[in-house]
């Protein structure tokens, strides 16, 4: 037997996508954001609405940076999805995050948050929310990379959102081989 929710945004894994951007000012500002993806091989779709501070840095600069959440910033992620930047000059420094611009595009990646994309805006569509950017790099802290040089995510502990309950929850274990484990059934 199955409940039924009605036509809901309700999936599973939701990613937790914390948007910075600089102002006019080169004031960092950093806004949480859940309804995205990849969209393109080199393109990244999130719904964001035109009222929010960073949509509105982001137009005027035309760049962006796009980091995962992690476990261990889980306060301050969370902090930045419910404080304005219209109300809260200063939100991204009372979340504790700390800037460093990147090299590839106008845009602030957070010290404290270890994956991000580096995006350049391609557009933004006002009438459905939709802001497309093309992904120029994708920058690591070395800290959580694994013997190999690749990401370990024991060391990221990224998270997801779970609209269900409205909960974050960290990513688990190893569970499989991707493109690899289902060519047993071939």
């Given at each position: 037997m199955r409940k039924?929710?009605?036509?809901?945004?309700?999936?599973?894994?939701?990613?937790?996508?914390?948007?910075?951007?600089?102002?006019?000012?080169?004031?960092p500002n950093a806004m949480n954001a859940a309804w995205g993806g990849i969209s393109e091989m080199n393109e990244?779709?999130?719904?964001?609405?035109?009222?929010?501070?960073?949509?509105?840095?982001?137009?005027?600069?035309?760049a962006f940076t796009v980091s995962?959440?992690?476990?261990?910033?889980v306060v301050a992620c969370d902090y930045v999805g419910i404080v304005s930047g219209n109300k809260v000059a200063d939100k991204f420094a009372r979340a504790g995050f700390h800037a460093t611009r990147s090299e590839f595009v106008d845009a602030p990646l957070i010290d404290e948050l270890?994956?991000?994309?580096?995006?350049?805006?391609?557009?933004?569509?006002?009438?459905t929310s939709i802001?497309?950017?093309?992904?120029?790099?994708?920058?690591v802290d070395e800290r959580v990379l694994g013997e190999?040089?690749?990401?370990?995510?024991?060391?990221?502990v990224p998270i997801i959102f779970d609209p269900f309950?409205?909960?974050?929850l960290k990513v688990?274990?190893?569970?499989?081989?991707?493109?690899?484990?289902?060519k047993i059934l071939k």
């Amino acid at each position: 037997m199955r409940k039924n929710f009605g036509a809901k945004p309700f999936t599973y894994p939701q990613p937790v996508f914390i948007i910075a951007a600089y102002d006019e000012n080169h004031i960092p500002n950093a806004m949480n954001a859940a309804w995205g993806g990849i969209s393109e091989m080199n393109e990244i779709s999130i719904c964001v609405s035109k009222g929010h501070k960073t949509t509105a840095n982001i137009l005027k600069r035309k760049a962006f940076t796009v980091s995962m959440a992690e476990a261990g910033q889980v306060v301050a992620c969370d902090y930045v999805g419910i404080v304005s930047g219209n109300k809260v000059a200063d939100k991204f420094a009372r979340a504790g995050f700390h800037a460093t611009r990147s090299e590839f595009v106008d845009a602030p990646l957070i010290d404290e948050l270890s994956v991000a994309m580096e995006c350049r805006l391609k557009d933004y569509n006002p009438e459905t929310s939709i802001l497309r950017g093309e992904i120029v790099n994708v920058s690591v802290d070395e800290r959580v990379l694994g013997e190999n040089g690749k990401v370990d995510a024991s060391k990221v502990v990224p998270i997801i959102f779970d609209p269900f309950n409205n909960d974050y929850l960290k990513v688990g274990e190893k569970v499989g081989n991707a493109f690899s484990d289902g060519k047993i059934l071939k």
